[in-house]
């Protein structure tokens, strides 16, 4: 464990591992978990100056690995470095010292290296005027840009001809923006039909595994099949040009619970985002509409209640494992893979494994929008972020497993 410190006599602080902490002089310090410790009272630190045995320390805060405590660091105020306050006698080296001073000490230096490294080391004399001096140059530099731009937008003369009144452009204007985006829809249909029609060729010597995938092909055609061209040229769905099917099927909206997470795959709803008149824009992720749903990405909207379930998970890999529930069924996630290659171990027969169709990739950049929503301004969100694909192989590995156990129970159950 690594334990931040005060030292009483000259108020510093620093990180040290619970080896070199005492309860006393004659008492060694053993915490159980993180959580084993008093602020109010004293303990002591070996010293490895030949002028002192210990030092009077306050405990602050335990963590369990240096990561850890560089996060806790992170959220701290820092101190500059006052030279006046510094003990001459605590910077002083020994001049003799034992073999397992010397070990103590390295490993300190380690610590501390390592802390500089993590971003959170001690903050130089004058690094806060240097860096009050660097905002206030960008500072006046922004505002530069900003006049400059203000300057450069001055609005040229409509030439009389080219005047139309202003909503007939914002009807064609709707028009366009509609029909791009059905567009995107297509190219997004497209590419999945694509990576579908290419895993059956491959797979047309295991028919198993062939039929999974013309099922998933039949139905994706089948989703397109439902939509019709009007002659304005505008693609809508059958639904709405049936007004009593769609006022049915808005009365019994279905939705995500993530309550019942497990083995059971989740049930969410995939509702295509319409091209309709008045609306010009795709909704952005987080955004909620009348209902009270938010939207997720992807054409997938979730209750209030289970998109505070989705960001109150506890760790990163839960939070992956519930978002890919959400745009992936339990049966598609075993039998995709994140990248789409073939694994290079061989199967217990001896064979190669066979490749299997990636995940999609627009889903994948949903699930990693909503990362980032939930990592928000952590220090390590970088780092993170870079995880996603491996939390999401963890996912996949996890339902995988549970199919084999409920096979073989049932296999058990049979005999």
């Known amino acids: 464990m690594f334990v931040y410190v005060e030292y009483k006599p000259s108020l510093k602080t620093g990180v040290v591992e619970h080896t070199r902490i005492h309860c006393s002089p004659m008492e060694p310090f053993n915490p159980k978990d993180v959580n ?69 000490q390295e490993r300190q230096e380690q610590i501390e290296a390592a802390l500089v490294e993590y971003g959170v080391g001690p903050l130089p004399s004058g690094a806060l005027a240097d860096m009050q001096r660097k905002l206030q140059a960008l500072t006046e530099e922004v505002d530069r840009l900003r006049r400059q731009g203000r300057c450069s937008c001055i609005p040229m003369a409509p030439v009389a001809r080219d005047v139309v009144p202003r909503s007939t452009y914002t009807q064609l204007q709707r028009k366009h923006q509609s029909l791009m985006e059905r567009v995107r829809q297509l190219e997004r249909c497209e590419r999945e039909l694509q990576i579908l029609q290419n895993h059956n060729n491959q797979s047309e010597g295991h028919p198993d595994h062939a039929a999974g995938s013309d099922v998933q092909v039949a139905a994706a055609q089948e989703e397109m099949v439902t939509e019709e061209q009007v002659p304005n040229g505008i693609t809508v769905k059958q639904e709405e040009a049936n007004p009593e099917h769609s006022a049915s099927a808005e009365s019994e909206p279905e939705s995500v619970d993530l309550s019942s997470m497990g083995e059971q795959d989740m049930e969410h709803e995939r509702v295509e985002y319409p091209c309709m008149k008045d609306d010009i824009e795709t909704p952005e992720i987080g955004s909620a509409r009348e209902d009270g749903k938010i939207y997720a990405g992807e054409n997938v909207w979730v209750k209030k209640r289970d998109w505070q379930l989705l960001f109150n998970a506890p760790t990163d890999l839960r939070f992956c494992s519930i978002a890919a529930s959400l745009f992936w069924t339990n049966k598609e996630l075993s039998e995709r893979s994140v990248t789409g290659t073939a694994n290079r171990s061989r199967t217990p027969q001896g064979t190669r494994a066979e490749a299997r169709p990636p995940l999609t990739p627009e889903k994948v950049d949903s699930v990693k929008e909503l990362f980032k929503m939930y990592v928000g301004k952590d220090l390590f969100a970088a780092r993170r972020l870079s995880a996603i694909r491996r939390h999401l192989c963890s996912k996949i590995c996890e339902v995988r497993r549970a199919n084999v156990r409920r096979r073989r129970s049932k296999s058990t159950g049979k005999a």
């Open 36 to 104: 084993d410790f008093s602020r109010s009272r004293t303990y002591y630190v070996r010293s490895c100056h030949k002028d002192r045995l210990y030092e009077a320390i306050k405990v602050i805060h335990i963590t369990e690995t240096l990561e850890e405590m560089a996060i806790f660091r992170a959220t701290r105020p820092r101190r500059q470095a006052d030279p006046e306050r510094n003990d001459s006698n605590m910077s002083t080296v020994p001049v003799s010292r034992d073999q397992e001073h010397i070990r103590e």
